[in-house]
């Protein structure tokens, strides 16, 4: 299969162990390099980020008697933007016999990713999720329960099985929770150092190997080396470039991007999820977006009035005014199909002026016909929380008007290129969780981003980087006094102060909000040749005008939001601008990413596996328009490349 | 439908440093929509300071979703504002009228030390969580997750008490400005459910320790539980004393059969 194309490029060496799919990850285990308890104390790694992934690595490896580092640049490690998930955790413990398996959510997994992940990564993951539950019961998460006191299940979408445990509407913050109660346990016994309020600003790469990194303490703004034998970047997605998000204010790339520029190749940033069931954008001044949980579409019903001229209220909109769309393009999983093809319907019938709402930017979303079959007291139970945080929101009763809902950026697939052992293509830089690229393809299934990051930190990482570590013992590794660490850091102090020394009329959020509108328009649900070329040349002269028109008021010393923010948008015009290019380049739809070009007759994505069925990784080059594009083959040698299909 | 919020005198603090001496600053603004969250005003008010040449105001945010818990801000008085459970967030402008005065301050206690204007140090609820809010148990080691039944009521009650975000408005609101609120829900929390049965009361007698050493102490004013954007009960309170007296009176071997 596909002998013709070119091989994959020398440093995306995938290292996935040989033999069969089922036995990879026992066998890497069985033979990778351990290091003594004695001499574990001997080397330092790293771990910025304090998310799912970060703070469950830095436990787990402070527990095995590494000495750990550990960054955030929040208060404190609690406030992670993991804690912010909803809906659940997949994992294929099969606790209600029917038909799940290892094999089952692998399979999911690769579909759902529509043929775009790693077959060896993803396959490890579903294998490890079920030692997921255990351990966070075990720390004690409080999961929902049956009567007789065993774990619940829910189903999710694009699975025929119930494997996704909840903790109410909070799992993420109870899951995170456990593994921050966990760091804070090896930070009580010295296991672990914490820096708070203390960004990564670049990454030192020295003879070939991450050395270290710089950071800047954004309580004095004084900007310090720290070195180490390895380095972890659990720092997240970059979702905040389209400014409007379901993410925190404050998730940026830097990290990810400042290690990109150090030499780590980035993978597929086409690959953005847009969630279906957000709170519309309501005024110019909106900060975020906010998603409504999807289990919503379980009694919820989606239409918009079919005149676009429409102006009676919901109510007085009689059944045959109404286009239910997702029941009549999609018979067979109606309001539940999933997320990208929700999506891109909505965009569609909102683009034709069919939305709803005073900007006209909505769908509706309908419980009127639930609560007339089962009752308002059942409805009440089963999304009380969720009506209430509406009505907070939006000011109005979904229990007597229908929510309005609109698709937003929720998650991003791409991230840094990472090999089996989660290792970048600098040697001691490991990325995991949201910020690498490994196992979720163009599209991630709902329940398992979380399942992804505790998978990462408790049970991949802790194996191979002390794989990595062992040949390294007894060998000197560069200390902060070593020059290029004070080069790197002098730079990032002139980097900081040039934002402030631009004086001149716009700020930060400003640039930000600019840039994510072009990045929504050309590159958000749906995307073609001529506006991502638009995009490309867009891009460029906002970014000069960043660089020439900026205003930072306050200075470099003490707390100073708006600095930080310049940063962060900064590294996000670079990124936008890779996103663009890696969108055109992939002349297919999958996904996450529709090419408007690519779909079939019926509207639907269209791969192209002759010429795409590769990781996308891109090399920096000194300016991210001539980024260099490598490929990674990607090999299906279980699963037979098929076409998804939801109709 | 949408309207427009005029004339509107906003009070906020204003403190350079932990140690300098800080004041109100006052601002006027015109022509915000009440569809917008207490934040985008302040958002809206940063955009013009700068556009002014002034520093922006500091306050801590992040999800704006009411669940991280990194906001806070006395907002006339009140912890988080006057919705009932809401964060600040979540708070938005149609709580307010044209020509209302707002004034904003950062969480008032002792433990909470100012960094600038409304950003407050709260790292002490992390000193005492590290002390002893945790239960032990190393990765890798855990038995199925199914072995352990915990009856549905345990359950539920422990999530009660674990919906806490670590904002720090029940120390905020509290005359003392004391945090039982907070560690109470934490010791609750993990003390309910069957896998915190072996560290329960040395971790009840640990927390509360380490609470002494930096908070203010409870008087059952219940300000806490009032202001909490989580509606934590007072009751984990009385759990937590329930648990920290045993631990402090009985025989230690005779705990340990508990």
């Not at chain 1, 286009?323 to 109606?334: A, H, K, Q, T, V």
């Amino acid at each position: 299969m596909l002998e013709d194309r070119p091989a994959t490029s020398a440093l995306l060496n995938s290292k996935v162990p040989a033999g069969v799919l089922a036995d990879k990850w026992d066998t890497f285990k069985a033979n990778a390099k351990l290091v003594n308890p004695n001499n574990k104390r001997k080397f330092k790694v790293i771990v910025v980020g304090t998310g799912l992934a970060g703070a469950s690595a830095a436990a787990t490896l402070a527990e095995l008697g590494y000495q750990v580092d550990a960054f955030t640049f929040h208060d404190s490690a609690r406030r992670a933007h993991s804690i912010a998930a909803q809906g659940g955790i997949n994992a294929a413990k099969n606790y209600q016999g029917d038909g799940d398996s290892v094999h089952r959510l692998f399979t999911d997994t690769i579909k759902g990713g529509d043929f775009r992940s790693r077959e060896a990564n993803v396959y490890r993951l579903a294998q490890v999720s079920v030692n997921i539950i255990d351990q966070m019961v075990a720390q004690g998460v409080p999961f929902a329960r049956e009567y007789g006191g065993l774990l619940d299940n829910r189903s999710f979408g694009g699975a025929q099985v119930s494997r996704t445990f909840y903790a109410r509407g909070q799992t993420g913050q109870q899951l995170l929770l456990g593994a921050y109660q966990q760091l804070s346990r090896q930070i009580g016994s010295g296991g672990v150092r914490l820096f708070n309020r203390c960004e990564l600003v670049d990454i030192v790469v020295i003879d070939g190997r991450a050395a270290g990194i710089v950071t800047r303490d954004l309580l004095t703004g004084q900007v310090t080396s720290h070195a180490a034998h390895a380095v972890v970047l659990a720092t997240g997605g970059y979702g905040n470039v389209y400014f409007l998000s379901t993410n925190a204010m404050n998730c940026n790339v830097t990290a990810a991007w400042r290690a990109h520029r150090r030499g780590a190749y980035f993978a597929n940033p086409c690959y953005t999820q847009i969630h279906p069931t957000c709170i519309p954008q309501a005024d110019e001044t909106q900060s975020k977006l906010t998603l409504m949980s999807e289990s919503l579409r379980n009694d919820g019903r989606v239409w918009v009035p079919k005149n676009s001229d429409e102006s009676r209220p919901a109510h007085q909109i009689p059944e045959e005014d109404r286009d239910y769309y997702l029941e009549r393009l999609y018979p067979s999983y109606g309001n539940l199909a999933p997320r990208d093809i929700s999506s891109r319907a909505a965009k569609r019938l909102v683009d034709k002026g069919q939305g709803v709402g005073p900007l006209k930017n909505g769908v509706y979303l309908d419980f009127s016909a639930a609560i007339n079959r089962l009752g308002r007291n059942v409805v009440e139970e089963r999304y009380g929380n969720l009506f209430e945080m509406y009505e907070r929101i939006a000011g109005e009763n979904p229990y007597e008007v229908p929510m309005r809902i609109y698709p937003a950026t929720h998650y991003t697939m791409g991230g840094l290129w990472v090999d089996y052992e989660l290792q970048t293509t600098i040697p001691g830089l490991y990325a995991a969780g949201e910020a690498n690229f490994s196992d979720h393809g163009a599209n991630r299934l709902g329940a398992s981003a979380l399942m992804q990051g505790l998978a990462d930190g408790y049970f991949v990482l802790p194996y191979t980087i002390s794989n990595g570590l062992a040949p390294l013992l007894n060998k000197s590794v560069p200390g902060t006094d070593h020059p290029e660490f004070k080069r790197v850091e002098a730079e990032a102090r002139d980097r900081y102060q040039a934002y402030i020394n631009v004086k001149g009329t716009r700020s930060p959020d400003y640039f930000h909000r600019e840039l994510g509108k072009i990045i929504w328009d050309y590159c958000g649900m749906e995307r073609d040749r001529n506006g991502l070329e638009k995009a490309i040349s867009e891009i460029p002269a906002l970014y000069d005008e960043f660089k020439k028109d900026l205003r930072v008021t306050g200075t470099g010393e003490g707390v100073n939001q708006t600095l930080e923010k310049a940063g962060r948008v900064d590294d996000f015009f670079q990124l936008g601008m890779l996103m663009c290019k890696d969108a055109l380049t992939r002349e297919e739809s999958a996904g996450g990413h529709f090419r408007v070009e690519y779909q079939t007759d019926e509207g639907e994505a269209q791969r192209d596996d002759e010429k795409f069925c590769h990781v996308a990784a891109w090399e920096w080059t000194g300016d991210a328009s001539n980024a260099q594009r490598h490929e990674e083959q990607l090999s299906f040698e279980t699963l037979q490349l098929a076409t998804r299909s939801y109709k | 439908m949408s309207r427009h919020l005029n004339n509107l005198t906003v009070k906020v603090w204003r403190q350079a440093g932990p140690t300098a001496t800080g004041q109100f600053e006052t601002h006027v603004i015109d022509s915000i929509t009440d569809e917008a969250s207490f934040l985008e005003m302040l958002d809206v008010l940063n955009e013009r300071l700068i556009a002014d040449g002034k520093e922006a105001i500091v306050f801590d945010h992040d999800c704006r979703e009411g669940i991280c818990g990194t906001c806070s801000l006395m907002i006339n008085g009140q912890a988080h504002g006057p919705q009932r459970a809401t964060t600040t967030c979540q708070l938005h402008m149609r709580s307010f009228k044209s020509n209302d005065t707002i004034v904003i301050e950062p969480w008032r206690a002792g433990a909470f030390p100012i960094v600038k204007d409304l950003m407050v140090d709260r790292s002490a609820f992390d000193r005492i969580v590290e002390s002893g809010g945790y239960i032990t148990s190393p990765t890798g080691g855990a038995p199925d997750a199914n072995l352990i039944p915990v009856p549905k009521p345990v359950a539920d009650a422990a999530m009660d008490s674990a919906a806490c975000i670590g904002c720090g408005a029940c120390v905020a609101a509290c005359p003392n400005g004391a945090a039982n609120l907070f560690v109470g829900a934490k010791i609750a929390h993990l003390n309910l459910l069957p896998q915190g049965q072996a560290e329960r009361f040395k971790r009840a007698e640990a927390m509360v320790d380490t609470m002494d050493e930096h908070f203010g102490s409870c008087t059952n004013h219940g300000e806490c539980s009032a202001a909490c954007p989580k509606e934590i009960s007072l009751d984990v309170i009385a759990l937590m004393n329930k648990d920290y007296r045993s631990a402090k009176f009985k025989n230690r071997k005779e705990l340990s059969r508990n």
